[in-house]
């Protein structure tokens, strides 16, 4: 595919594959109109940068919500551990500087917005409301939960709703992003557009 990128993407860190950071872009340059784009987990930029580019094109914004403290597995001595990222304390991880970094060497820093803050607080103050809401916050279940319960509703009629890391094996990955597939499904509020990869994509209807 030919979308042209402000920056060598991969020079950013993240778990984002680019076929699947492809599919960000073009389905936010496809419902990304009237109303903002919201992401939930930042961490370096990666999706940030796809997203981004998009909205650019389309004159429109994308908020990006992330505490910058990393999700569990990311802390030191867990499974996705970067030591890049060890904050000043050095007890934990801060991607905070690594995701302000992309955007501006993006020159993105007009149209993609940092909210520095869990999803559920941003949730209290942010009364917005989307075409297109990409999740890949905290990966446990209550995470993907809250995430899915809070922001599903701030999805405009025809909007888009996009999960990341979704399993349908279990031998393949964490069952919390596939099972709010599912339960977006199961509502009725959403129907299925694809999978690519582990990105799936659903529609408000
Ligand atoms: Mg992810």
Redesign the pocket.
């Known amino acids: 595919m030919r979308i042209n990128l402000p920056i060598d993407i991969n020079t950013v860190k993240g ?2 594959d680019p076929i699947e950071g492809e599919a960000l872009y073009l389905y936010a340059k496809q419902y990304v109109k009237n109303d903002p784009c919201l992401e939930i ?1 930042s961490y370096c930029g990666k999706s940030s940068v796809y997203l981004g580019s998009a909205v650019k094109e389309n004159g429109q914004k994308l908020y990006s919500i992330d505490h910058h403290k990393g999700s569990e597995e990311q802390q030191p001595g867990e499974e996705y551990f970067d030591s890049d990222l060890i904050n000043a304390e050095g007890n934990g991880i801060d991607t905070l500087p690594f995701f302000l970094e992309t955007i501006e060497k993006s020159k993105l820093d007009k149209f993609v917005i940092p909210i520095v803050s869990t999803s559920e607080e941003a949730y209290k103050d942010f009364t917005l409301n989307f075409d297109m809401v990409f999740i ?1 916050g905290g990966h446990s279940e209550k995470a993907a939960q809250k995430d899915y319960e809070l922001w599903s509703q701030r999805i405009t009629k025809g909007g888009l709703l996009a999960i ?2 979704v399993f349908p094996n279990p031998e393949d990955g964490g069952r919390p992003p596939y099972n709010i597939y599912r339960r977006a499904l199961e509502s009725g509020n959403f129907k299925k557009l694809e999978m690519i990869k582990t990105l799936g994509l659903l529609k408000k209807v």
Do not use: K, Q, R, T
Request: hydrophobic share 35%.
């Open positions: 778990f984002l987990g890949d990341h890391d």
